[in-house]
């Protein structure tokens, strides 16, 4: 009766962390390339009372044993690299990755990050940097006066100056692909991932080749975040927390009901 308690604590405490990665899944329903979380869990050990296949006195072999859970635990917060949708900007800075990839950032202390959110900005020297101030990489530099900005799905940027119709080759947008996505560190926040041994070496290419996403222009990627999903995941979370409440409940009114037998 005292195992109950522990094992639907155990139960409680793992809901607790399932609500918690529900909540910044639908807190970040509107950011742009978050990617959502889910909670994976594995039982505990069991306590094994009487084990299978053992002989009976009579010489007979057990079919089945006796074994009681200890509960259970979340074994990892995977994130889930699902395609979101795209939103159309119009933006020239926007970039969409269709299919696989990430872009790469350069941090100030020279760590480079990456990230699928594409809005990209300009800074007053031409620059393309992220909202924060993280270049990209490779850096990429517009002149303050091109009049046309032009990415193609290659990533290939040209632009368009004035007293030239010619098209000026900038460089090209590279993306990044990993091995294992989910294993990346997402500590940093800002929508930034890094690379770890749980994720493997970053691939570099180009975009459209090698299994890599191709480029859209002024669009951006929503998370991947489905609201009626995360709201049913909540309820399911909610009731079996409730459910292993009223075992924790159910043990205690069974524990003084022994307390209170008399002689």
């Known amino acids: 009766m005292i195992r109950s308690l522990f094992t639907a604590a155990t139960g409680m405490i793992g809901q607790q962390l399932n609500i918690d990665t529900i909540a910044n899944n639908l807190a970040n329903v509107n950011t742009t390339g978050f990617k959502k979380s889910r909670v994976n869990f594995q039982d505990l050990m069991y306590e094994t009372i009487k084990p299978a296949g053992a002989q009976t006195t009579a010489g007979t072999t057990i079919p089945e044993g006796i074994q009681v859970g200890h509960g259970t635990r979340p074994s990892a917060i995977a994130k889930v690299f699902s395609q979101g949708s795209a939103i159309q900007t119009g933006n020239p800075l926007d970039i969409y990755v269709e299919g696989d990839g990430f872009f790469q950032v350069t941090l100030p202390d020279g760590t480079v990050a990456y990230t699928r959110d594409g809005a990209f900005k300009q800074n007053a020297e031409g620059q393309v940097l992220t909202a924060d101030g993280y270049l990209l990489e490779p850096a990429i ?35 990044v692909r990993f091995s294992n996505p989910a294993g990346l560190d997402a500590s940093l926040g800002r929508n930034l991932l890094l690379e770890n041994e749980a994720s493997g ?43 292993n409440s009223k075992v924790i409940q159910t043990s205690d009114e069974m524990l003084q009901t022994a307390n209170n037998v008399r002689r």
Do not use: C, H, K, W
Not at 144 to 167: C, F, M, Q
Not at 203 to 231: C, H, K, M, R, Y
């Open 201 to 243: 070496a970053a691939v570099t290419g180009t975009p459209g080749v090698d299994g890599l996403g191709t480029i859209a222009q002024g669009f951006l990627e929503n998370s991947n975040v489905q609201v009626v999903e995360e709201i049913l995941q909540m309820i399911i979370a909610q009731r079996a927390y409730e459910a």
């Open 141 to 175: 530099t517009i002149p303050t006066d091109a009049e046309l900005i032009t990415i193609g799905s290659d990533g290939t940027i040209s632009v368009r100056v004035p007293g030239d119709n010619t098209p000026q080759n900038l460089g090209e947008i590279q993306l």
